[in-house]
């Protein structure tokens, strides 16, 4: 039974975010966009505090984004009900910079792309976007090489999908494999949050940032003046607002509950392989945390997001089939989306998170998130400033006209029909298969991986090897035959990793 007070299996987090993109879909016919929602609440923030100024204004209309807002509140209060804001947290002043820096980055990619990793994962890989699919080819790369550069600056264990007080404790108690847990709490031993006055500053602007947005939506509305508040209260009504707000705040609780995230997601088969035979290489050389490297290892955030990615898939073939409701996300990808999407490739690793996670972060109170928060907002200028530059440079560096895949075989509608089950099909075997492997390289049994904590499988992993009932070596073999034992007996409580020889 999942418990208010406790962490949750990764899983979860797949039908949260499924069904908030759902409820989007229902009502805007459309999964969920965030960026140019932040951008806009930049430009009512400049009408209020300086209408002769247009440096965000001059691209974007003032609005309301009650979708980030909802993501914010219910992670703020998955905070609160588990009794722990993140903000104990002291990390590494270069951390803090670079994620500063990764927020700049990410927010530019965003412009470049015409969206941001929930854009083209979660909606666009639902949609079957063509663009989206060549968006993976880019910001992957540049993921990989950011992760690499958090190893070379001595960061790398400051990447975790969840940074719980009682995991880094006891890992610094413990030590063994869980020692690079321990650091943060280490590190944090005399850091009082409520006295760091960069992290008290940024967050009274956040508030006023916020609530700016909220409290201009109940004055003005689309026929207000040159701006057009499209989503203020004024305009669409107080149920409207409302299910957005439920809409962001039910994917908020399920990725605060888990430490969901788009981009460790896809990096998670890659570097899954790479611990699969060389972990002390992970472990020694790139010093991630054991809760990191077992995250990995369980293939927990690829599995999430299939099921995000499979869920809203479902919901826009019976729109698309049933209702006539035309593919979303159509865009022809060009030279400048990938080059957005090698930017924030860099700017999720950076943050520790992608847009939508960093504004799950902000609301447990991660001082990187909050420190990336302005750099959002200031990434956006290269592209405000000079739109029609970069609008034309897209124009001119098209890869291709196709917009989704079910275009690239057929324009029959019967065997576009077929082309968009057999996608859904695919994604159906990329879960399954990432359930299976996550079970062949922990050794734990379905149940498990499906009812415990990312964090507490973590301990249990680690337990069991420092106590004998298994070894670790760079050769992993034996936690295949482990999971390969544990498939055939149907699994115990706790599957016991071990290496040939154990």
């Known amino acids: 039974m999942l418990s208010i007070r406790k962490q949750w299996p990764f899983w979860v987090s797949g039908v949260f975010v499924g069904v908030a993109e759902i409820m989007n879909y229902i009502v805007l016919e459309k999964p969920i966009g965030l960026t140019t929602g932040l951008v806009e609440m930049t430009a009512a923030l400049e009408q209020t505090v300086a209408p002769d ?11 309301v984004h009650w979708i980030i807002i909802g993501v914010v509140i219910g992670a703020w209060l998955v905070a609160r009900a588990e009794g722990e804001s993140r903000g104990w947290v002291k990390y590494p002043r270069r951390e803090l910079v670079l994620a500063f820096i990764g927020g700049f980055v990410f927010s530019f990619g965003t412009r470049l792309a015409h969206g941001c990793t929930t854009h083209h994962f979660l909606g666009g890989l639902s949609s079957m976007s063509t663009a989206s699919l060549l968006y993976l080819t880019a910001i992957l790369p540049a993921g990989f090489l950011t992760f690499y550069l958090m190893s070379v600056m001595k960061i790398g264990y400051v990447f975790k999908g969840q940074e719980n007080r009682s995991t880094s404790e006891l890992g610094a108690k413990q030590g063994g494999k869980m020692a690079l847990d321990g650091l943060a709490y280490e590190a944090s031993r005399d850091y009082n949050p409520r006295r760091d006055w960069l992290r008290i500053s940024i967050l009274v602007f956040m508030f006023a940032f916020f609530g700016n947005a909220i409290i ?17 209260v004024s305009a669409i009504g107080w149920g409207m607002a409302f299910w957005l707000l439920l809409v962001g705040g039910i994917a908020g609780v399920g990725m605060a509950k888990t ?3 788009t981009e460790c997601a896809f990096m998670t088969p890659e570097i899954s392989m790479g611990l699969e035979h060389k972990e002390n290489f992970f472990e020694k050389k790139w010093k991630i945390p054991g809760s990191t490297r077992f995250m990995f290892r369980s293939m927990s955030p690829f599995t999430a997001i299939f099921i995000e990615i499979l869920l809203l898939w479902v919901a826009i073939m019976i729109g698309w ?50 420190v990336a928060f302005p750099g959002f907002l200031l990434g956006y200028l290269p592209y405000t400033l000079y739109q029609d530059f970069w609008e034309q440079l897209a124009h001119d560096t098209t890869i291709t006209k196709v917009k989704h895949v079910t275009d690239i075989f057929s324009h029959d509608p019967a065997m576009q029909a077929l082309t968009g089950l057999a996608y859904g099909l695919l994604v159906a075997g990329l879960l399954y298969w990432s359930v299976r492997r996550g079970m062949r390289l922990t050794g734990f049994s379905f149940r498990d991986l499906m009812t415990t904590a990312n964090d507490d499988l973590t301990i249990k992993y680690f337990d069991n090897l420092a106590s004998g009932k298994g070894s670790h070596s760079d050769d992993i073999s034996g936690v295949k035959a482990e999971g390969k034992k544990a498939r055939k007996s149907g699994g115990t409580d706790y599957g016991e990793p071990a290496t040939e020889g154990a």
């Open 53 to 63: 100024v247009n440096w965000w204004s001059r691209a974007y209309d003032p609005n």
């Open 216 to 232: 201009g939506s109940f004055i003005h509305g689309t026929e207000d003046g040159l701006f057009g508040w499209n989503y203020a």
């Open 259 to 261: 430490g969901f995230g």
């Open 321 to 370: 089939q049933f209702f006539d409701i035309k593919l979303p996300l159509g865009m022809n990808p060009t030279w400048v989306l990938l080059l957005g999407a090698a930017c924030q490739g860099f700017g999720s690793v950076a943050m520790i998170g992608c847009e939508i996670r960093t504004y799950m972060r902000l609301g447990m109170g991660y001082m990187t998130a909050v």
